[in-house]
C-alpha cells in the first residue's frame, strides 16, 4: 500500500461516526411501513397471434394493388424544355484582390510538432494509469 | 436473505443492510451540509433500497447498488442552503469536523473536500475508503472506466501535492 493510499485509510478511520439507537428505531419503524414493489409482469398481448399474420398479409396485398396501379397509368408526356437549366443560372464573378500567402510548410512542420506532443502525453498518461492500476 | 427482503420482511432487510449501514453514514456525512441532512440521507437510502429491491441486478455487489442510490439521495437533498462539496470549509459548522476523532495532523478527507470535485472525492473514497473496484466505482459514479480511472489519478496526484504540503507546514511550524 503506497503512502497516500495509507494515509487515506488512516484519516477515514478517525471520522467517528455510527448509527445512533434512535436512527436505527426510526429506519426500522419506516421499514415496517412499507412493502417492497413487486417486478411488473410482462403484459400480455390482447390479439391472438394470427392476427400479426392477417395484417401482414394484407398490407403486402395493399402494395401489390398500389404498385399495379401505378404502372398500368399511362406515363405523363414530358414537355421539352427550350433551355437547359444549367443555361438559366447566372453565377457572379467575382474578382479577388489578394494575394496567395505561402503557409503550408510552417503549418505543417507545427501540426506535426503538436501531434508528437499528444502521442507525448498520451504514452505519459497510459504509462501512469498502467502503473496505478 | 435478500430473497427474504423481496418477499417483505422487513427484518431480513435490515440484517442484509446491517454490515453497510454505518459506513453509509460515514460516507453521506462527507457529503451533507449537516449530521441530520446526513441521517435523513441514510433513511431515504435504505428506504428506497427496500422499496425497489426487485430492481437490484445480482451481477453487481450490493454494497455497489446501495452507493449508487445513497449518492442519489444526497443529491436530492441538496436544498437551496446545502452548500457544496467544496464550500465547507467552515470547520464550525462542517459535521465532518465534529465527527474527526483529534488528531495530530490534518485529516487529508478534509483537504480533499476543498480541492477535490465532488466526483473525484467520491470516486477516491469509494477507491481508498470502502475498497471497491475501478469496476464498481464507474458503476456507482455512473461513468466509462476510462473516465474512473483517469479522475482517479488526477485525485490522487491532487491530494499527493497536499500531503506534501502539509508535510511542509508541520516541519515549518516545528522549527519555528
Known sequence: MDKLAKRLREDAAHIECAVSDELDDRIRASLENIKPQQPAEPRRSARPPAFWWASSLTGVAAAIVLIAVLNLQEPEPAIPTTEPVAQQLVIPSIEWQAETAVLVSPLEQEFEDLQSDLKKAEEALREDIERLF | ?176
Request: charged fraction near 30%.
Open chain 2, 1 to 176: 436473505m435478500i430473497e427474504a427482503a423481496r418477499k417483505g420482511s422487513a427484518a431480513a432487510f435490515a440484517e442484509l443492510v446491517g454490515t453497510y449501514r454505518d459506513g453509509l453514514l460515514r460516507f453521506l456525512l462527507t457529503r451533507s451540509a449537516s449530521f441530520a441532512d446526513a441521517e435523513d440521507a441514510l433513511q431515504d437510502t435504505l428506504i428506497n433500497a427496500y422499496r425497489y429491491l426487485h430492481s437490484y441486478d445480482a451481477q453487481w455487489r450490493f454494497s455497489t447498488w446501495l452507493y449508487r442510490i445513497a449518492i442519489n439521495n444526497a443529491a436530492k437533498l441538496k436544498t437551496a442552503d446545502t452548500v457544496e462539496l467544496g464550500e465547507l470549509a467552515d470547520e464550525e459548522n462542517d459535521p465532518l469536523s465534529h465527527c474527526i476523532r483529534h488528531q495530530d495532523r490534518q485529516n487529508l478527507w478534509l483537504s480533499a473536500r476543498r480541492r477535490l470535485s465532488d466526483e473525484v472525492y467520491t470516486a477516491m473514497w469509494l477507491r481508498y475508503v470502502e475498497d471497491m473496484s475501478i469496476n464498481d466505482i464507474a458503476a456507482v459514479l455512473e461513468r466509462s472506466l476510462s473516465w474512473t480511472k483517469v479522475n482517479l489519478m488526477r485525485g490522487r496526484k491532487t491530494l499527493e501535492v497536499e500531503l506534501d504540503n502539509l508535510a511542509t507546514d508541520v516541519k515549518s511550524k516545528a522549527y519555528g
